[in-house]
Each structure stands twice: as structure tokens, then as C-alpha cells.
């Protein structure tokens, strides 16, 4: 639920990942350097003869199937896959593997059908009870998530039942529950399902924070202002009882703390984002969260060397890139400019279709200097049509500068009018915003 | 023919008798001659004479009207001081008349003149202008170090300003009082500065105890104005302020009539604000003849002799302030304490009406008046009252304040926001509508809103403000946020060093004691305390909050009411005692840990001692203080008044599970076990604290079985 300045959409991962044995044969792992080596023949004898010895193990093309869908060959992995179906059409394993790149497009139905056909081939007698339990269980996950993903709620609610019923002790299945519980509009059993699930498994977020995930994700979706409202006040409520309740829990403390900020109460932030790093002195989500915090505060000088931390540890990180990115772009050392707008760069290779990354390497180029490079980066940006409030802001400077202030002013207003959502240059935006409406020849009302 | 003779010239008249005393005999010249001398020697000496008569005439005269002049100063009578002034320049046009005129119309007075500086002092003092009299009396302290009165009003003038590190440095300076002159008034201001300095009162009780009261009945003190015997009797009260376990001086009992005199003697003054003082001093002299019969001085039936005079006379002096200074609220309010003692709530509470209506929305009266309604369980006609007035004085601050307050109270939170809501827009920043704003979000449940609230004002507001910091403490507990104490605590004791004084340090210490108590935090809040009553040993302060954290971990920590951890509360509960002994706060805590935690049921029965006395006097006790007593009193087995007062605590609060209880207990004890069922089922149902839990495993069978 935690709202950073430019979210990154990562590529989809397994949404039911199957269960895999805890010690795979030698033979699995040599099969996964040969398909790494590019030798697919080598890889595909290597599982056949694992899966001689080991018939827990899924079907060799299944298997290959896997790898290549998590390596983004989905092309590939899609012929393996149906190969694999087509040489033995009553393994469940294909299906649950086809449901899940299915799910991973967006072609729900076809997930659906793959995983009912899943679940009805459990019953074939040549399936010991292990396995029977282990694909009927993935299946009945896919169900959940299928179900929830098309708004079925009733039908997620009763394939989650059944799970509970063969698990009545899984704490992550019922918090799944209580999650369709609350899209049903039971918010009080809702309420219970999570306490239950915290209680069987601890290591899940707290019930508190669990509710006000879903309040913040109602309060987004809400198009009605009083009923978003409300939302939005049942999202705070969950959050201070979710801090009050887990003291010694950094995660209450961070997101509330994020959440302040995302609505603009830079004050009242700073004790939670305290908190949370007391308890948490060297967590990167405590970390990244707090130099949000300080570039909030305009404290790029101590985010820096906390972000430096995090990209260092951890270079995937796409958000703590961008924020990194902007940190160094504030800095009055030309080189630290020079070092964010080539970072920036690296952020948009990785992800091309991200507008985020195209908007924080605009700024980077603006404050380098480079205003015609800026431009064309926030251009595509804008084109995307998916900018958030930095960005915005971003362009709007940029407009500006070029005194085409209608333009900018239309930008700003957009902006500054987003009430609760991450916007780290917000005080900057109601000022230019401010200078900008002076500039028009009449006045306009936000 | 020659030319006639002309006549001889006519001699002059001196020439003439001249020539008769020069013909004239001997005997007759010496005779005249001492007529003459004894006539001229008789009118010389008979001038002289009278001369001098009329300059013995005018220095006794002017004598007198010097002593007028002392009277009036004694008396603070500038007019009568003025005029006493001007008689004296008539008679003897001394210059020094301008001088000490000068002085009345400036306040200053010369560096060098003692006198002088004495006579501004008081009269700023009289008045309440402390740093004027500061000033002044700065200027005596130099001419004579040991006036005791100059160095009180500097020390007081220290206390006004906030000043308490200044405040205590001139009380340390301050001789005993048995060798040094020191005036009824003197004793006064220097008993005030003790305890608002924190020191022990001791060499001014036992001053009081060993030599003044023996005065009080002499022949001497009855010349003395109005205004000096108020101040005997103020002086007299001085000696009820030890604590509460020691005997009383057998003088006291003894001088009890005498003062009662005293008081009748000053009632005679035609000054509505001495009146006021003395009016103040009567409705505290009931409490003495309370102290007095339970000390075993006086049988009951004095105490109800003196009590029914004293009434009478309290009475009458208010009533006589009332005449004079019709808008004087003090009247009105004191009136209706007479009432209350009396218990006659309904006069008392017709009297605050007639003070309300005479001297408009005063706010002791109003306090008093939401205080009466609330006792008396008419919270609603009080909200209405004090609601009814706001509407007709939208602007007034402190209305909407008791307002507020008084809704909180109820509990109505609606009537409380939307008070507090008027009030935040006449004075955002008043520390008082802060203060009642943090207590509804907290009551509210909300102490993130709470801390919000403070993190707005900002790290240097907080750390200035008692009040403030003692919020902020708790509010860190109440929101989970416990984790960042220690850096609270560290800039609190970094606020503490670089002012030199631990009061919001100590504040902030007993703001840890308000909240939900974390054991972890304990050691180090501990630590804090003591570190600083380490360097401010005897400050009072430092010394409520270790008492009152140590109560609370006692109670709180785990194993609740560890034996050593209880025995400590109380030690600091007593040295608490020793300080304040009337105060309820520190009895209620006193008693409480003594009570549940070391089962001394008849040592916390001696212990409530000045709740029963608030009890008697004025019958107004929270429902928390309602109840402890009332465990108290079921404890030592006093059933009747554990009874009444439970079940006062009752109706005032009947969502108290603490009460509840306690209340069942009583009635268990009366045999009437079914009522005493239903109360534990209530109690069942409402939320408890962990004592409440385990009185309740601890009842009787009869009472835990269902209704």
C-alpha cells in the first residue's frame, strides 16, 4: 500500500508460484545451466532424467516452460508449455503453469478455465495424496486471485473457504479471505478474518495495517468525494490503531509515517518515520521511506547518503534509483548533477515504457542545464498520460521558463489539487503555482 | 530800645523727662528704673515663653501626625498617608514631607533613604506590582541586608516573573525568623515563598507555633490595625501546614478563640479588599477547627461552637464586602463556600447565581458554579448555564473555556469541540485552549491526533511549556511511538541544563506516569528524575513526578506492586506529603499505593485525611477520589461513609468499573448481595484497569456468581 514518489510497475511476477521441492535433484540444477548456456536439448534430457527418480517433480517441458516465462522468453516458454499439455493433457502441473501466464496477461477467462481443469484433474487416482493436495491447493489459490482479479467475490470467498478448509491454520489464505471479505463490504468480519490470520501467522502484516491497505485502496477507487473521504479517514484511523497496537513493529510506523506525507503533514510525519527507524535502524524500506522524508523536508544533502545505501545494496530498486536520481539533481556539485541525469538514464533503459522514469530524467536534465533535453524527456512523459504530481511540476517549470504560463498553470492545478498522494516537490508546486496565477491575465480559482 | 528777648525755645518731650528723671529723687529713680527692667524682662521671657509652648505644641502635633503617617502606611491607606503628609508640612514645613510625597506619587524612592525605600515597597507590594517592588526593596537590601520583608518581596517578584532559581537564592538568604525582626505580614510572604520554592516550611511553622500564636491573645496586638491582625490570623493557619500525621501544637488549640477575636476585630475595617483577605482566611480557619477536633484539641462540641460563630462571622464579613464593593466576585464565591460548609448546596449554589448576575460571568464563579451543578449531578443545567452564557458573550475567552472544560467533564464532546472550536479562533496560540484541545483528542482516544497537535507547535514551544512537555510524554506512550523516548528524555534534560531549572523536565518526567506505562521505558525515566533531583535535591517538582512514576510503575509494572518498587512509591509519596500535606493529589496516590499495594488499610486511612476534610468543607471530590476513599473507609471498616461515598462516586461516574466494584463490595458487607451482583456484572462489562481485574478475582463468591 505504500504510495513512493514514482511508482515502478514491475514486470509481473508468478501471482500463485508453485511449490517446488525443498531439495531439487542435482540433475534440475544442471538442467537450469544448460537452458542458462542456451542448450535447451541438454536442459530438457537433464529433467527427463530427474524426473525418472523424482515424480514429485513437474513435467520436463513444464519445468523448462517455468524457467523461460521467469527468464521473459514468454514466447518460448508458451511453445513449451503447449507441447507439454499436448503430451500429457491430464497433468495438472501445464494447466497451472498455462493459468499463470495467463493470469500474467490479463486473459483471465483462459485462467479460469486452466485452473478449474486443474483442480478436476486432481481426482485422477495416479496422484498420490501429496500431490493431490498440492495441485488442488495451487489450484484453488489461482481460483482466489482469478475470481478477486474479475471482481467474483462470492465465488473467490468459497474457493478461499475450501482452502481454509484443507489448511484451517493458514494464516496468508485467510488473510486472502478477509480481503474478499471487505470487497463484499464486511469490513467488521473483515476485521476478524485478519486478526485470525494475524494470530495463526505473525509473520503477515498486522490486521490494522491489513485494513487500512484496503481503505486506502477503496478511498483511491471512489469516485464519490464524501464516501472517499470517509475512506480516507478509516485509512488514518487503521493506521494509528495499526501504530498503537505493534509498538515494536517498524512497518505501522513507516507507512503511517508515508501516508503523512503523502497528505502533505510534513510534521506530523516525522516522529513515525523516527520510529520506524529506531526500530528498523537498518531495513531498506525504513531507509528509502526516510529519505523520502528528508527530500520532503528538502533535505537532499542527508537522503543522499541513504539512498547511495540502498541503490548500492540493491540496484534493482527502480524507486530508490528515481529517488536517488532526484537527490543528486538537487545538489550544487555539477558532477553529482551530471552523475543523476546519467542515472536517470540507466532507470528509463530499464524500464522504457515507464513514464516515471522519463519525467525524473527530464528534471535531471532541467536542473544539468540541459533545458531542450529536458524537454523532450517530460514531452514523453506528458504523452504517456500517466504522470503523477512530480511531474507535473517538473513540466510545469519547464512551461515556466518558456513563459507559456496558461499551460503550466493547467499543470499545477492538477497537481496541487491531488489532495492525498506522494508529491515531494508539493510546496514547490503551491508556489510556483501562486507566482504563475499572478502572471495570468485574469485571475483563476484552483 | 533794645530788641526784646526772645523767649526761649520749648525743650522736646524726651528733654522734658529727662529733666524730671534727673530732678527726681534717688529712690524714686531706682524704683522706676526697676519697674521699667522688670516690665521689659517679663515680655521678653513671656515672647520666649510662648515661643516655646507653641513649638512644643507643634512638634507634638507633629508627632502625632508622623504617627498618623505610620498608622497609614501600616494600613496601606495612601489617602490618609497624603494627608497625614500634608498636616505635617503645615506644622513644620519639613522638606523630607516633599520627599516622602514624591516618593507616593512615583513609587521610587531615593537609594539613600531607607525609609523611603520601605514605604515604596509596600505600597507596590500592597498592590501586587512586583517588579516595582523588587526594585524598591533591592534598594532597602542594600542599606540593610537582613530586612526580612524587602527580601521576601524580591523573592516573590522572582516567583511572579518565573524566576525560581532567583526566588530560592533569596529564601536561602532569608535568616530563621526567630533572629531576625520579622513582621505577621513578613511571615506570611515568606511561607508562600517556601512552599512555591519547594523548601521545607519548617523554621516558619515552628516560628509560628513558638511565638506568634502565644501572641495572638495579648493586650498588645489589639491596637493593631485591621490589617496586621489579618495577617495573625493568617499567620495562625501557617501553623495547620505541617503534615498531616504530625500532632498539633497544643498552642494552637489554645489560641483558637483568640484568633476568632482577632478576626472579629478586623471584620471592623471599612477596606473591602482587606475584608477580602480576611474573608479568604475565615473560610480557611473551618478547616482548623476540623484539624483541631481530630487532633483531640477541642471536643466535638467546641468544634461545632466554634464552627457555628465562625459561620456567623464569615458571613458577616462577606456580607460587609459586599456592601462596600457590591462586583467584588471573591464575596459571592466565598459566600457560597460558607453555604457548602454548611451543606446547603442549594443556597450555595443561589449565591454564585447572585455573583454571576452582580459581577457578571467571573470565572471562579462560574468554575464553582459548574463545580456545585456537577456535585449535585445537575452537570447538565451547569452545561446549559455556562452555554447560555457563552452565547451571550461570544467573545469571552475564559467562558468558553469552563465551557469546554465542564463538557469534558460530562462527558459531552460535542459541546466540548464546538466550544473549543470558538475559542481556537479568538486565541489559536492560548496555551489553555491548546491544552483543552490536547485533552479532547486524548480523551477522545486519539493520541496521534494529540501528537500531531504538538509537532505543529514544534520542538522549542514544547520544551518550554510544562504543560506541553507533560503531554507529549504521554501522548509518545498512548501512540505506540514509545521507541522514541530516550531521545525525548535526552532533550528534555539538555533543556533542563541550559535553563537551569528540571520544572519541564520534571513535567515531562510525570507526563511518562499519565500515559499507558511501559516497563521498558521505566529505568531510563527514572534515571532522568534522579539525575536531576541530584542537582535541584529539594525541588518540588522533580519530587512530585519521581512520587508519582514510582506509584505508577509500582501499580503498573510487572510484578505489579513488586514489594521494594512499592515500598519506594510510597517513601516518595511521604516526603511528598511532607511538602504538600493538604494537598488531595498526593494524599489520593498516598493512600492508593498503601492501600493495594502494601494492604496498610489503617496507615491509608490516616492518609486521606485532607480528603475527608475537602469532604466536609466543601463536599467536592472527583469520583476518583470519591472512590478511593470510599475503599478506604470499606477497609478499615467504615461502612456508612464508604457507602455514602461510593455511591456519590456512583452518580457521578457510573461507568466506572472501579466503583462499581467497590460499591458491591459495600453492599455485599450490607448483606445486600443482589445489588451487589448487578454492580459486578456492570463492572464486567465496562473497561478495567489491571486493579480492577484483580479486585475482581479477589471477591467474594456471592457477589461473582450471575445476577
Known amino acids: 500500500m505504500t504510495r513512493f514518489a514514482l511508482p515502478i510497475l514491475l514486470f509481473a511476477a508468478p501471482i500463485f508460484a508453485q511449490t517446488k521441492p525443498t531439495t531439487p535433484p542435482p540433475e534440475v540444477e544442471q538442467a537450469l545451466e544448460a537452458l542458462k548456456a542456451n542448450k535447451v536439448t541438454e536442459a530438457l534430457d537433464k529433467l527427463a532424467s530427474a524426473a525418472k527418480t523424482n515424480t514429485q517433480l513437474p513435467p520436463p517441458k513444464v519445468q523448462l516452460a517455468q524457467w523461460l516465462f521467469q527468464m521473459g522468453n514468454g514466447p518460448a516458454?508458451?511453445?513449451?508449455?503447449?507441447?507439454?499439455?499436448?503430451?500429457?493433457?491430464?497433468?495438472?502441473?501445464?494447466?497451472?503453469?498455462?493459468?499463470?501466464?495467463?493470469?500474467?496477461?490479463?486473459?483471465?477467462?483462459?485462467a479460469f478455465l486452466s485452473l478449474r481443469l486443474a483442480l478436476d484433474l486432481t481426482a485422477d487416482p495416479r496422484w498420490d495424496a501429496d500431490q493431490k493436495k498440492r495441485f488442488a491447493r495451487e489450484a484453488r489459490s489461482g481460483l482466489v486471485e482469478v475470481c478477486f482479479t474479475r471482481g467474483d467475490f462470492a465465488a473467490a470467498k468459497e474457493y478461499a473457504l475450501e482452502l481454509l478448509?484443507?489448511?484451517?491454520?493458514?494464516?496468508?489464505?485467510?488473510?486472502?479471505?478477509?480481503?474478499?471479505?471487505?470487497?463484499?463490504?464486511?469490513?467488521?468480519?473483515?476485521?476478524?478474518?485478519?486478526?485470525?490470520?494475524?494470530?495463526?501467522?505473525?509473520?503477515?502484516?498486522?490486521?490494522?495495517?491489513?485494513?487500512?491497505?484496503?481503505?486506502?485502496?477503496?478511498?483511491?477507487?471512489?469516485?464519490?468525494?464524501?464516501?472517499?473521504?470517509?475512506?480516507?479517514?478509516?485509512?488514518?484511523?487503521?493506521?494509528?490503531?495499526?501504530?498503537?497496537?505493534?509498538?515494536?513493529?517498524?512497518?505501522?510506523?513507516?507507512?503511517?509515517?508515508?501516508?503523512?506525507?503523502?497528505?502533505?503533514?510534513?510534521?506530523?510525519?516525522?516522529?513515525?518515520?523516527?520510529?520506524?527507524?529506531?526500530?528498523?535502524?537498518?531495513?531498506?524500506?525504513?531507509?528509502?521511506?526516510?529519505?523520502?522524508?528528508?527530500?520532503?523536508?528538502?533535505?537532499?544533502?542527508?537522503?543522499?547518503?541513504?539512498?547511495?545505501?540502498?541503490?548500492?545494496?540493491?540496484?534493482?530498486?527502480?524507486?530508490?534509483l528515481s529517488l536517488l536520481c532526484l537527490c543528486l539533481s538537487e545538489s550544487s556539485d555539477d558532477k553529482k548533477k551530471k552523475r543523476a541525469v546519467e542515472l536517470a538514464d540507466t532507470l528509463v533503459r530499464q524500464n522504457p515504457k515507464g513514464a516515471a522514469g522519463y519525467a525524473v530524467l527530464g528534471w535531471c536534465l532541467y536542473k544539468g542545464g540541459r533545458k531542450d533535453d529536458a524537454e523532450r524527456a517530460l514531452a514523453t512523459a506528458l504523452n504517456s498520460g500517466q504522470i503523477n504530481s512530480d511531474a507535473a511540476y517538473f513540466a510545469a517549470r519547464l512551461l515556466v521558463d518558456k513563459q507559456k504560463y496558461e499551460d503550466a498553470h493547467k499543470l499545477l492545478v492538477g497537481a496541487t489539487g491531488v489532495k492525498q498522494g506522494m508529491f515531494i516537490y508539493r510546496s514547490d508546486a503551491d508556489a510556483l503555482l501562486a507566482e504563475v496565477a499572478k502572471k495570468l491575465p485574469e485571475k483563476k480559482e484552483k | 530800645?533794645?530788641?526784646?528777648?526772645?523767649?526761649?525755645?520749648?525743650?522736646?518731650?524726651?528733654?522734658?523727662?529727662?529733666?524730671?528723671?534727673?530732678?527726681?529723687?534717688?529712690?524714686?529713680?531706682?524704683?522706676?528704673?526697676?519697674?521699667?527692667?522688670?516690665?521689659?524682662?517679663?515680655?521678653?521671657?513671656?515672647?520666649?515663653?510662648?515661643?516655646?509652648?507653641?513649638?512644643?505644641?507643634?512638634?507634638?502635633?507633629?508627632?502625632?501626625?508622623?504617627?498618623?503617617?505610620?498608622?497609614?502606611?501600616?494600613?496601606?491607606?495612601?489617602?490618609?498617608?497624603?494627608?497625614?503628609?500634608?498636616?505635617v508640612f503645615a506644622l513644620s514645613a519639613d522638606p523630607i514631607c516633599d520627599r516622602y510625597r514624591e516618593t507616593l506619587d512615583t513609587g521610587i524612592a531615593p537609594s539613600d533613604d531607607p525609609r523611603l525605600c520601605l514605604l515604596s515597597t509596600t505600597l507596590h507590594a500592597r498592590h501586587g506590582r512586583w517588579p516595582d517592588a523588587a526594585r524598591e526593596a533591592t534598594k532597602r537590601l542594600v542599606l540593610h541586608p537582613d530586612d526580612w520583608n524587602a527580601r521576601c518581596v524580591v523573592a516573590l517578584a522572582a516567583v511572579s516573573a518565573g524566576d525560581l532559581a532567583t526566588a530560592r537564592a533569596e529564601v536561602e538568604r532569608l535568616p530563621d525568623p526567630a533572629d531576625a525582626p520579622?513582621?505577621?505580614?513578613?511571615?506570611?510572604?515568606?511561607?508562600?515563598?517556601?512552599?512555591?520554592?519547594?523548601?521545607?516550611?519548617?523554621?516558619?511553622?515552628?516560628?509560628?507555633?513558638?511565638?506568634?500564636?502565644?501572641?495572638?491573645?495579648?493586650?498588645?496586638?489589639?491596637?493593631?490595625?485591621?490589617?496586621?491582625?489579618?495577617?495573625?490570623?493568617?499567620?495562625?493557619?501557617?501553623?495547620?501546614?505541617?503534615?498531616?500525621?504530625?500532632?498539633?501544637?497544643?498552642?494552637?488549640?489554645?489560641?483558637?478563640?483568640?484568633?476568632?477575636?482577632?478576626?472579629?476585630?478586623?471584620?471592623?475595617?471599612?477596606?473591602?479588599?482587606?475584608?477580602?483577605?480576611?474573608?479568604?482566611?475565615?473560610?480557611?480557619?473551618?478547616?482548623?477547627?476540623?484539624?483541631?477536633?481530630?487532633?483531640?484539641?477541642?471536643?466535638?462540641?467546641?468544634?461545632?461552637?466554634?464552627?457555628?460563630?465562625?459561620?456567623?462571622?464569615?458571613?458577616?464579613?462577606?456580607?460587609?464586602?459586599?456592601?462596600?464593593?457590591?462586583?467584588?466576585?471573591?464575596?459571592?464565591?466565598?459566600?457560597?463556600?460558607?453555604?457548602?460548609?454548611?451543606?446547603?448546596?442549594?443556597a450555595a449554589i443561589t449565591e454564585v447565581r447572585a455573583g454571576l448576575d452582580a459581577c457578571g460571568n467571573a470565572p471562579p464563579l462560574l468554575a464553582l458554579y459548574s463545580m456545585l451543578l456537577k456535585s449535585t449531578n445537575r452537570i447538565t443545567d451547569a452545561l446549559r448555564t455556562l452555554a447560555t452564557a457563552a452565547d451571550a458573550d461570544p467573545n469571552n475567552l475564559n467562558l468558553l473555556l469552563l465551557l469546554a472544560e465542564l463538557a469534558l467533564d460530562a462527558p459531552r464532546r460535542d459541546v466540548a469541540d464546538v466550544a473549543l472550536r470558538r475559542a481556537a479562533v479568538i486565541a489559536p496560540a492560548d496555551l489553555r485552549v491548546i491544552r483543552i484541545d490536547l485533552r479532547l483528542k486524548l480523551e477522545s482516544g486519539d493520541s496521534h491526533a494529540a501528537l500531531q497537535r504538538l509537532r505543529d507547535l514544534g520542538d522549542a514551544v514544547i520544551l518550554s511549556e510544562p504543560l506541553l512537555a507533560r503531554v507529549y510524554g504521554r501522548t509518545l506512550t498512548d501512540a505506540g511511538l514509545g521507541v522514541l523516548l530516550p531521545g525525548w528524555l535526552k532533550k528534555v534534560e539538555e533543556k533542563a541544563a541550559a535553563t537551569g531549572s528540571p520544572l519541564v523536565l520534571a513535567s515531562a518526567v510525570r507526563g511518562l506516569a499519565d500515559g499507558h506505562f511501559d516497563s521498558e521505558t521505566a529505568p531510563p525515566a527514572l534515571a532522568v528524575?534522579?539525575?536531576?533531583?541530584?542537582?535541584?535535591?529539594?525541588?518540588?517538582?522533580?519530587?512530585?513526578?519521581?512520587?508519582?512514576?514510582?506509584?505508577?510503575?509500582?501499580?503498573?509494572?510487572?510484578?505489579?506492586?513488586?514489594?521494594?518498587?512499592?515500598?519506594?512509591?510510597?517513601?516518595?509519596?511521604?516526603?511528598?506529603?511532607?511538602?504538600?500535606?493538604?494537598?488531595?493529589?498526593?494524599?489520593?496516590?498516598?493512600?492508593?499505593?498503601?492501600?493495594?499495594?502494601?494492604?496498610?488499610?489503617?496507615?491509608?486511612?490516616?492518609?486521606?485525611?485532607?480528603?475527608?476534610?475537602?469532604?466536609?468543607?466543601?463536599?467536592?471530590?472527583?469520583?476518583?477520589?470519591?472512590?478511593?476513599?470510599?475503599?478506604?473507609?470499606?477497609?478499615?471498616?467504615?461502612?456508612?461513609?464508604?457507602?455514602?461515598?461510593?455511591?456519590?462516586?456512583?452518580?457521578?461516574?457510573?461507568?466506572?468499573?472501579?466503583?462499581?466494584?467497590?460499591?458491591?463490595?459495600?453492599y455485599h458487607a450490607c448483606g445486600e448481595n443482589i445489588r451487589g451482583r448487578e454492580l459486578v456484572a456492570a463492572a464486567r462489562r465496562l473497561p478495567r484497569t489491571p486493579q480492577d481485574d484483580a479486585d475482581l478475582l479477589a471477591l467474594p463468591a456471592t457477589l461473582r456468581e450471575n445476577p
Open chain 2, 1 to 87: 530800645m533794645p530788641a526784646p528777648t526772645p523767649p526761649a525755645a520749648r525743650r522736646g518731650l524726651f528733654a522734658r523727662l529727662w529733666d524730671r528723671i534727673r530732678t527726681t529723687r534717688l529712690w524714686v529713680k531706682w524704683t522706676v528704673s526697676a519697674v521699667v527692667l522688670g516690665l521689659v524682662a517679663g515680655g521678653a521671657i513671656g515672647v520666649l515663653g510662648w515661643r516655646k509652648l507653641e513649638q512644643r505644641q507643634r512638634g507634638e502635633q507633629t508627632s502625632e501626625q508622623w504617627a498618623r503617617f505610620e498608622k497609614a502606611v501600616k494600613a496601606g491607606d495612601e489617602g490618609e498617608m497624603r494627608a497625614a503628609l500634608d498636616a
Open chain 2, 529 to 666: 528524575i534522579d539525575r536531576a533531583l541530584a542537582r535541584w535535591p529539594i525541588d518540588a517538582d522533580c519530587l512530585v513526578a519521581r512520587a508519582a512514576f514510582l506509584a505508577r510503575w509500582a501499580e503498573n509494572g510487572r510484578p505489579r506492586w513488586e514489594p521494594a518498587r512499592t515500598r519506594e512509591a510510597a517513601f516518595a509519596l511521604e516526603r511528598l506529603r511532607g511538602l504538600a500535606p493538604d494537598d488531595p493529589v498526593a494524599a489520593t496516590a498516598l493512600a492508593r499505593v498503601r492501600l493495594f499495594g502494601l494492604n496498610e488499610p489503617a496507615q491509608s486511612l490516616k492518609d486521606v485525611g485532607p480528603l475527608l476534610d475537602l469532604r466536609e468543607r466543601e463536599g467536592l471530590l472527583t469520583a476518583d477520589q470519591l472512590t478511593l476513599l470510599g475503599a478506604v473507609l470499606l477497609a478499615n471498616e467504615k461502612i456508612e461513609p464508604a457507602m455514602a461515598a461510593l455511591e456519590a462516586a456512583h452518580k457521578l461516574a457510573p461507568d466506572s468499573a472501579t466503583t462499581c466494584l467497590h460499591l458491591a463490595r459495600v
Open chain 2, 182 to 346: 520579622v513582621s505577621p505580614m513578613g511571615l506570611v510572604l515568606a511561607f508562600d515563598l517556601f512552599c512555591a520554592t519547594g523548601r521545607d516550611t519548617t523554621p516558619i511553622r515552628r516560628f509560628v507555633n513558638d511565638v506568634v500564636v502565644d501572641v495572638l491573645g495579648s493586650v498588645g496586638v489589639e491596637k493593631d490595625p485591621p490589617s496586621v491582625k489579618i495577617d495573625l490570623v493568617q499567620c495562625y493557619l501557617i501553623g495547620f501546614a505541617g503534615p498531616s500525621g504530625e500532632p498539633l501544637p497544643v498552642r494552637l488549640g489554645r489560641a483558637a478563640a483568640a484568633v476568632g477575636k482577632l478576626a472579629d476585630d478586623a471584620a471592623a475595617s471599612d477596606d473591602p479588599v482587606l475584608l477580602t483577605r480576611l474573608g479568604t482566611a475565615c473560610n480557611r480557619l473551618f478547616t482548623a477547627y476540623d484539624r483541631l477536633h481530630r487532633g483531640g484539641q477541642i471536643t466535638e462540641e467546641q468544634r461545632v461552637g466554634f464552627v457555628l460563630e465562625h459561620q456567623a462571622r464569615t458571613t458577616r464579613v462577606w456580607q460587609r464586602v459586599k456592601e462596600l464593593s457590591p462586583k467584588t466576585s471573591a464575596a459571592y464565591h466565598g459566600l457560597a463556600l460558607v453555604e457548602l460548609r454548611a451543606r446547603r448546596s442549594d
Open chain 1, 77 to 110: 516458454a508458451r511453445t513449451f508449455i503447449e507441447q507439454a499439455l499436448a503430451e500429457d493433457p491430464k497433468h495438472p502441473e501445464g494447466y497451472l503453469l498455462n493459468a499463470n501466464f495467463a493470469f500474467g496477461e490479463g486473459r483471465m477467462t483462459d
Open chain 1, 165 to 320: 478448509n484443507a489448511d484451517p491454520k493458514s494464516g496468508a489464505t485467510r488473510a486472502r479471505l478477509a480481503t474478499v471479505v471487505f470487497r463484499q463490504d464486511k469490513p467488521a468480519e473483515a476485521e476478524k478474518e485478519y486478526t485470525q490470520a494475524f494470530a495463526d501467522d505473525p509473520t503477515l502484516d498486522p490486521p490494522e495495517l491489513q485494513l487500512a491497505g484496503q481503505w486506502q485502496l477503496r478511498a483511491t477507487s471512489e469516485a464519490d468525494p464524501a464516501k472517499k473521504s470517509a475512506a480516507t479517514d478509516k485509512t488514518e484511523e487503521w493506521l494509528k490503531k495499526a501504530v498503537s497496537a505493534h509498538p515494536k513493529n517498524p512497518k505501522p510506523a513507516r507507512e503511517y509515517g508515508l501516508w503523512l506525507l503523502s497528505a502533505g503533514k510534513l510534521n506530523a510525519a516525522g516522529p513515525y518515520i523516527d520510529a520506524a527507524h529506531a526500530l528498523d535502524p537498518n531495513g531498506k524500506e525504513t531507509a528509502v521511506a526516510r529519505a523520502v522524508w528528508l527530500l520532503n523536508k528538502k533535505d537532499a544533502t542527508a537522503a543522499e547518503p541513504i539512498l547511495e545505501g540502498v541503490y548500492k545494496d540493491s540496484p534493482a530498486d527502480l524507486n530508490a
